[in-house]
């Protein structure tokens, strides 16, 4: 059974960089058939999509958020991570990994249980 | 202001037919496929629906989803108390180069 775990600083201070790594287990991160997106959800609010990445290190941004996130793969340790600058406390929320369907389509049928940063001075 | 249109909360009784509506554009809904998660209180999303109408194994047939045009809705029958549950649809827009997820809908069961 495939899972996946987000790890990372569960509090990340005004301006800095929020950097969160997931762990996938259960299967490889280099199956050819899928993306690995990341999606977060604000407290009391709706999903947003991050972006995705496949194992060769293709991606997908949001374009709201291009210009500050940067997604990585690390196929020797079945990870994959993301990176968000110039964070503020509206990058508070819930941050999930999972495993995304081909190409663009939000097709993600394995999640994380999720991790909340909390961007606070 | 989510690129998707959903109604923010819909309800019904336990046994009864619910529908959530999702209403979009040409550039996501008219032109791709369509998503539905369903997340339960304090958990992560679930797959309930993919590519318009298609279940995952383990969702059961109670659930459906269908698409028309720049609009899509998810239809659930024989409305039972874990049903309630906050409801998305997602697709990809071509105009944004990106997923688009609706504001979702929680569904109440009363």
């Known amino acids: 059974q495939l899972q996946l775990q987000e790890s990372g600083p569960g509090l990340v201070k005004p301006s800095e960089t929020l950097s969160l790594t997931c762990t996938v287990s259960?299967?490889?991160?280099?199956?050819?058939?899928?993306?690995w997106g990341w999606i977060r959800q604000p407290p009391g609010k709706g999903l947003e999509w991050i972006g995705s990445?496949?194992?060769?290190?293709?991606?997908y941004y949001n374009p709201s958020l291009k210009s500050r996130v940067t997604l990585s793969v690390d196929t020797s340790k079945n990870q994959f991570s993301l990176k968000l600058t110039s964070v503020t406390a509206a990058d508070t929320a819930v941050y999930y990994c999972a495993r995304g369907g081909s190409g663009g389509n939000p097709h993600f049928d394995y999640w994380g249980q999720g991790t909340l940063v909390t961007v606070s001075s | 202001q989510s690129v998707l249109t959903q109604p923010p909360s819909a309800s019904g009784t336990p046994g009864q037919r619910v529908t959530i509506s999702c209403s979009g554009g040409?550039?996501?809904?008219?032109?791709?496929?369509v998503y539905w998660y369903q997340q339960l209180p304090g958990t992560a999303p679930k797959l309930l629906i993919y590519r318009n109408n298609q279940r995952p194994s383990g969702v059961p047939d109670r659930f459906s989803g269908s698409k028309s045009g720049t609009s899509a809705s998810l239809a659930i029958s024989g409305l039972r108390s874990e049903d309630e549950a906050d409801y998305y649809c997602?697709?990809?827009?071509?105009?944004?180069?990106?997923?688009?997820f609706g504001g979702g809908t929680k569904l109440t069961v009363l």
């Open positions: 259960g299967g490889s991160i280099s199956s050819s058939s899928y993306y």
């Open positions: 990445i496949y194992y060769s290190g293709s991606t």
């Open positions: 040409t550039s996501n809904i008219g032109s791709n496929y």
């Open positions: 997602a697709a990809w827009d071509d105009s944004l180069s990106g997923q688009v």
